[in-house]
């Protein structure tokens, strides 16, 4: 192998002038939502503990630096080997920085690092043309539809709006600027440069393979396997630790690390950073880095002071708790009778939703009790995040975190009346009520929760009227013909003007959630601009929501019939469909809302 070249450099440095090729055999740009989620967290973080409202620009120069690791090139096509999850990433958080920065410069010095344009042709940085579209319409705010596109595509389209979601309250407002500055000048890499292709794998390999550094979660079981005296404990101690991590690591990359840390944290971490200058690290974000070491220094403080202890702490403890951490991401994934609250909340990216849930566990707890508090935990989740999002508030990893930990304390080995005492009144002293959706409408923020919040709606009509329904088929965006969101309006000014004096009042009233029903993506489709009498004749015999706009619905549907009168429910047939109609069905599905969620559900599942 030739000489390896490597020097540090910043992002302004390894975006420059340069563009960079992925082979073909290289694997997808596979971050999830958690990855763009921790990365913006640790970024802001960072640059959160030197920023002050006071500084002036040149004074971020002066911040500290933050390391991102390194990335492995091939010096004949500067194709990347290793490092492009972070690298695409990046280019996502410069997208979205570039595109709400206000002055020119600032925006020109962010695009040349993103792309460069060539006799009318735009060319990326990262040079995959099969991102190009997608990216252009990312640029432009143009609408794109990554059905169809390969995965890199998909999950690029999907990150980006992840950015956007999260950046709204990772940063005070007005440090955009000073964020720019720091993150490509501040924020830096290894860039190690192999002069042939065959070379850049054998670096890549001997980092990722031979001699590869033990993880944090097996220097944990190292120390804690240390710890043990009796040989045969610790030979235990040892089978049960791999046996449980082979089944983590079974479930998805890194979940085993996040079981540990989920646990840590929900049961033991007693302080979080704050997300102000200066702030210091707490046991929260430590174990988020280095949980090893944190266990280690903290182990008296948890109760780790002899042999013993050790043997239960992973014999019993670790089992406990891992095995509920595999039922919660089973629960996640799948909607399961009984802890469906587990799933709506998952479906909603609640990523924060696995620390609540294990805090409020007892490592004394039976299943039985264990299944309660899941019950209890995940029903209060659903309710405060319908409020918050009825109400327009955030619900993103990095503005969230600080109140979970917070709450994860509150509840934290509490028994289940003590928990649905405490989360009930959590909802009860909410700033924000469920009376929230009188106003609640389609925009660009809450297209991602509207799907969510009309399949609830639908699923618990069918489902209180005794109709087969599924909640996942109506929010599976995977499946050959999924649900769509349906405006009842189609988007024709001239055919309402006379009840709007503005265009802009028109567009106002058709995105309220009364103008809204979910219909397959082929039925939407097929209705395309007709008139409301024509979709009225389709509307029936689709889902029970959007058939109740039709009389037919109210004949020989004795549970309907029967559901709407116990409930009061003003369901009605709607012949025409005006102004007020839309407000009456807007009335209808906040009286829907309520009843779904409905505070005093929380102590149903005390045992």
């Known amino acids: 192998m030739k000489k390896i070249l490597g020097a540090p450099k910043s992002i302004r440095e390894l975006f420059t002038g340069v563009k960079y090729s992925i082979h073909y055999y290289q694997r997808e740009y596979q971050w999830g939502r958690k990855q763009i989620d921790e990365l913006i967290d640790d970024l802001t973080g960072?640059?959160?503990?030197?920023?002050?409202?006071?500084?002036?620009?040149?004074?971020?120069?002066?911040?500290?630096?933050?390391?991102?690791?390194?990335?492995?090139?091939?010096?004949d096509e500067n194709a990347i080997i290793d490092g492009q999850q972070r690298l695409t990433s990046l280019s996502l958080l410069l997208l979205y920085i570039t595109k709400h920065l206000n002055d020119e410069h600032d925006k020109s010095e962010v695009l040349n690092l993103i792309y460069s344009q060539k006799y009318g042709k735009t060319t990326f940085n990262i040079n995959v043309k099969e991102r190009?579209?997608?990216?252009?319409?990312?640029?432009?705010?143009k609408d794109f539809e990554p059905e169809g596109h390969p995965e890199s595509v998909q999950n690029?389209?999907?990150?980006?709006?992840?950015?956007?979601?999260?950046?709204?309250?990772?940063?005070?407002?007005?440090?955009?600027?000073?964020?720019?500055d720091w993150l490509i000048d501040n924020v830096q890499f290894i860039k190690i440069v192999a002069q042939t292709e065959q070379d850049a794998h054998k670096i890549f390999v001997s980092m990722n393979d031979r001699g590869l550094s033990l993880t944090a979660a097996e220097m944990l079981k190292g120390f804690l396997l240390s710890e043990?005296?009796?040989?045969?404990?610790?030979?235990?101690?040892?089978?049960?630790?791999?046996?449980?991590?082979?089944?983590?690591?079974?479930?998805?990359?890194?979940?085993?690390?996040?079981c540990i840390k989920t646990w840590l944290r929900a049961q033991y971490a007693d302080s979080i950073r704050e997300r102000k200058k200066n702030a210091i690290p707490g046991d929260f974000d430590i174990i988020g880095t280095a949980f090893h070491k944190w266990v280690r220094e903290r182990s008296?403080?948890?109760?780790?002071?002899?042999?013993?202890?050790y043997t239960q702490f992973v014999q019993q403890e670790f089992v406990l708790f891992s095995d509920t951490y595999v039922k919660v991401l089973e629960y996640t994934n799948t909607l399961t009778e009984g802890f469906e609250y587990i799933f709506y909340n998952a479906n909603r990216n609640?990523?924060?939703?696995?620390?609540?849930?294990?805090?409020?566990?007892?490592?004394?707890?039976?299943?039985?009790?264990?299944?309660?508090?899941?019950?209890?935990?995940?029903?209060?989740?659903?309710?405060?995040?319908?409020?918050?999002?009825?109400?327009?508030?955030?619900?993103?990893?990095?503005a969230m975190t600080y109140a979970m930990f917070m709450l994860a304390k509150k509840i934290r080995r509490k028994s289940p009346t003590e928990l649905a005492d405490i989360l009930t009144a959590e909802i009860n002293n909410m700033e924000f009520k469920i009376d929230g959706i009188e106003g609640f409408s389609l925009n660009g923020w809450t297209k991602r929760y509207m799907l969510h919040q009309l399949a609830r709606l639908t699923h618990f009509v069918e489902k209180q009227s005794?109709?087969?329904?599924?909640?996942?088929?109506?929010?599976?965006?995977?499946?050959?013909?999924?649900?769509?969101?349906?405006?009842?309006?189609?988007?024709?000014?001239?055919?309402?003007?006379?009840?709007?004096?503005?265009?802009?009042?028109?567009?106002?009233?058709?995105?309220?959630?009364?103008?809204?029903?979910?219909?397959?993506?082929?039925?939407?489709?097929?209705?395309?601009?007709?008139?409301?009498?024509?979709?009225?004749?389709?509307?029936?015999?689709?889902?029970?929501?959007?058939?109740?706009?039709?009389?037919s619905c109210y004949k020989n549907n004795p549970n309907f019939l029967r559901f709407m009168e116990s409930k009061k429910l003003n369901f009605k047939n709607e012949p025409e469909f005006n102004k007020q109609t839309i407000k009456n069905r807007q009335q209808l599905y906040e009286q829907l809302a309520r009843i779904i969620w409905d505070v005093n559900k929380i102590k149903e599942f005390i045992i």
């Open 46 to 75: 960072e640059f959160m503990e030197y920023y002050s409202q006071d500084h002036e620009r040149q004074e971020v120069e002066k911040y500290g630096h933050y390391f991102m690791g390194s990335v492995v090139l091939t010096e």
């Open 132 to 141: 190009t579209q997608c990216l252009e319409a990312i640029i432009s705010d």
């Open 156 to 180: 690029i389209w999907k990150r980006y709006g992840d950015i956007v979601n999260i950046m709204i309250d990772a940063i005070p407002e007005g440090s955009l600027p000073f964020f720019k």
């Open 228 to 258: 043990i005296a009796e040989n045969e404990e610790r030979q235990k101690a040892n089978n049960f630790w791999k046996k449980k991590m082979l089944q983590l690591k079974s479930l998805g990359k890194e979940q085993e690390s996040d």
């Open 300 to 309: 008296s403080l948890i109760g780790l002071n002899k042999s013993a202890d």
């Open 350 to 398: 609640f990523t924060l939703q696995p620390l609540i849930l294990l805090a409020a566990i007892d490592k004394a707890d039976t299943r039985e009790v264990i299944d309660s508090k899941l019950r209890i935990v995940s029903c209060f989740l659903d309710q405060f995040i319908s409020i918050r999002i009825f109400n327009y508030k955030t619900l993103d990893y990095s």
């Open 466 to 551: 005794g109709k087969d329904t599924r909640f996942d088929v109506y929010v599976d965006r995977t499946i050959k013909n999924p649900y769509d969101i349906e405006h009842i309006w189609v988007d024709h000014y001239d055919r309402y003007e006379t009840e709007f004096e503005t265009e802009e009042e028109f567009q106002r009233t058709r995105n309220m959630m009364g103008d809204l029903v979910i219909l397959p993506q082929d039925i939407n489709r097929s209705l395309n601009d007709d008139e409301y009498f024509k979709k009225l004749e389709k509307y029936y015999g689709q889902n029970l929501l959007v058939a109740s706009l039709n009389q």
